[in-house]
């Protein structure tokens, strides 16, 4: 997985990851980015009210959804008019509840398809980058104690160099042993992942088809109502 590179930073020289390993740990960092952008739109299109998104939520608190709020204000509104208006009114009223229901059920099925999503850019990816940056700490190490050993001026100097270079490059095996079998088990699962990640945006979208749908049946249903009044 590494090897010793020609390139030297500053007085060391340096060892790097097999490029066929780095080129695959890019491409899981080019996906995630990519995913976690698309999530967010995802996101804003079932909850367009950012300041509810910022608070990790997905649904309005109770008596704040859009809906809600045309309901409250239609309530409040009854009272200022005759009998006829209020019957309209009520029609008004029963309708914004059904729709708030409709796009708070909505809302939960559509999350739950995101996280499954998410899960791979925050917990599966998180767990990439450190054991990548344990291994890059590792390699950095190990560079330096070979850069010593090569400047070993006496016998001693030497014995001692290299037994800490040494204990370097096990202690290197022995943690690369372990994350790289981690990350090369990401980098081999991505078009799994990618596949599934499709999968659930398909679900994600028939899930916002139902909404409209039901949204559209309850809206049409208050609109008959209100011409025979």
Known sequence: MCFKAAER???????????????????????????????????AMMQPNRHVVETGAIVAPTGQNPHE????ACTKLKQFVNASSQGRLDTV????????EAERLAQTKGRAAVRRIRRFVTVDNQQMKEDMEK????LEIMDVARHEVKNSKT????????MAYHKSVKAFNDQASEGASKIQLVIDELPATIFTAQREIV??????????????????????????K
């Open 9 to 43: 930073i500053g007085i060391v020289e340096e060892t790097k990851l097999e490029p066929t390993f780095e080129e695959g740990i890019k491409k899981v960092e080019a996906y995630r980015l990519g995913v976690d952008s698309a999530l967010d739109g995802l996101e």
């Open 69 to 72: 709020f045309m309901s409250a």
């Open 93 to 100: 009223i029963t309708s914004m509840n059904k729709m708030a």
């Open 135 to 138: 291994m890059r700490e590792g």
């Open 155 to 162: 016998k001693e100097d030497l014995e001692e160099k290299g």
């Open 203 to 228: 679900k994600f979208f028939i899930q916002r088809e139902k909404y409209h749908s039901t949204a559209a049946g309850i809206l049409k249903e208050a609109m008959e109502k209100l011409e025979k």
